[in-house]
């Protein structure tokens, strides 16, 4: 999985931006404050991103933050919101208000960002409420030494989730994994270990 890129700024557009590296360019969709954090074109920048796996179409989406794609993970493993969704909430709402919009279950201002109805507003405070709740403002969710330590158990996590299963699911299936000793050798390999045992 591709977990950022380093390299150069070489367009910025409405949704997407190209990443110069190592003379290959990469199409990144981002969020609109995403983008309005990129340096000028020709800069030098690192961008995070999220690879989005489907049977016809790898999409590639970057973001600004660690607190940023957190965010994205967390909308993204609710039904009915896919990445595209999950990016035009994130150009909406910036994550800290997010956050404060689903813990006081504030519909209306969930609704504002196009593409959101109520049932998804509903949906999102309460899948996410006690998510939010139970976490500090940085993680939103994700601790990075709390059964996510590993890269292999991050990408076969994200790689699970791309694939439309829960994060709970994902990391769950991981675990399992990891205490059999299974967590190991090619990721694709590792994946497809994963897929069985979140399946059973």
């Known amino acids: 999985m591709i977990d950022q890129l380093h390299g150069l700024v070489e367009k910025k557009a409405l949704n997407y931006a190209i990443i110069f590296v190592n003379g290959i360019g990469y199409k990144v969709m981002m969020s609109i404050k995403g983008l309005e954090s990129l340096p000028p074109k020709g800069s030098d920048t690192v961008v995070l991103t999220y690879l989005h796996v489907r049977e016809d179409v790898l999409d590639l989406y970057g973001f600004a933050s660690k607190k940023e794609r957190n965010t994205f993970h967390l909308l993204v493993s609710i039904s009915g919101i896919g990445p595209k969704l999950a990016l035009t909430i994130l150009s909406g709402i910036q994550p800290s208000r997010l956050k404060n919009y689903v813990i006081a279950g504030d519909v209306a201002a969930l609704t504002s960002v196009p593409g959101v109805g109520a049932k998804t507003a509903k949906r999102m405070i309460v899948e996410l ?11 939103l969710g994700f601790e990075d030494n709390n059964g996510m330590g590993s890269q292999i158990f991050k990408d076969v996590v994200n790689a699970l989730i791309s694939l439309g299963y829960k994060a709970h699911h994902a990391k769950k299936a991981c675990t399992e994994l990891e205490k059999n000793g299974e967590l190991s050798g090619e990721l694709e390999s590792v994946i497809k270990k994963a897929l069985k045992q979140v399946m059973s």
């Open 129 to 139: 409420k006690e998510k939010f709740i139970k976490t500090d403002d940085e993680s």
